[in-house]
T-cell receptor, first 112, second 114 residues
């Protein structure tokens, strides 16, 4: 089955800095890569996603890059704000499956 | 407002009891899912259902049961056979069974065994 590794497990930055979270996957047939943000005591919410036919996607301060050759994709948050503090999960969906495999999550802490 | 609702938010269970967690969605989604979340473990799939009256076991189905009698409802029963049920439980839905579309999560139920 698919194996998804997410790093780092915790990330602490100063307000205004950039944050980068990386995920690697094993199945070269994977074709859908969403990122979710989970605030304390709440369910995850989709913040951005990318499909295998695209290398990069941006939405204001958030961007995702995909390197299919190396089988990794990354979440980039610029100009971080305290409200960005949360747990972020990557997920991978393989072409032969409709159930995503989640990474273990990254706890991002943005210090004012 | 459309969305997915889980209840209760907090649930306490005595050892040996079965408990049922509710999950309701009014998004007209075909597919629904149950995940268990433990610290440092990410999200682990318990059960999923692509369509009414059909469901499949996920990676950690032992000690759990589900039903999908209505499109909008997918309750999860944590049975006494589940040896370590204390966890945060998340229900999700997606438009179709491919989940190649956005998944919407509920706010979760925190179950504690006392």
């Amino acid at each position: 089955g698919e194996n998804v590794e997410q790093h780092p497990s915790t990330l602490s930055v100063q307000e205004g800095d950039s944050a980068v979270i990386k995920c690697t996957y094993s199945d070269s047939a994977s074709n859908y890569f969403p990122w979710y943000k989970q605030e304390l005591g709440k369910g995850p919410q989709l913040i951005i996603d990318i499909r295998s036919n695209v290398g990069e996607k941006k939405d204001q301060r958030i961007a995702v890059t995909l390197n299919k050759t190396a089988k990794h994709f990354s979440l980039h948050i610029t100009e971080t704000q305290p409200e960005d503090s949360a747990v972020y999960f990557c997920a991978v969906l393989s072409g032969g499956s409709y159930i995503p495999t989640f990474g273990r999550g990254t706890s991002l802490i943005v210090h004012p | 407002d459309g969305g997915i609702t889980q209840s209760p938010k907090y649930l306490f269970r005595k050892e040996g009891q079965n408990v049922t967690l509710s999950c309701e969605q009014n998004l007209n989604h075909d597919a629904m899912y149950w995940y268990r979340q433990d610290p440092g473990q990410g999200l682990r799939l318990i059960y999923y259902s692509q369509i009414v009256n059909d469901f499949q076991k996920g990676d950690i189905a032992e000690g759990y049961s589900v039903s999908r009698e209505k499109k909008e409802s997918f309750p999860l029963t944590v049975t006494s056979a589940q040896k370590n049920p204390t966890a945060f439980y998340l229900c999700a839905s997606s438009r179709d069974g491919s989940m190649n579309t956005e998944a919407f999560f509920g706010q979760g139920t925190r179950l504690t065994v006392v």
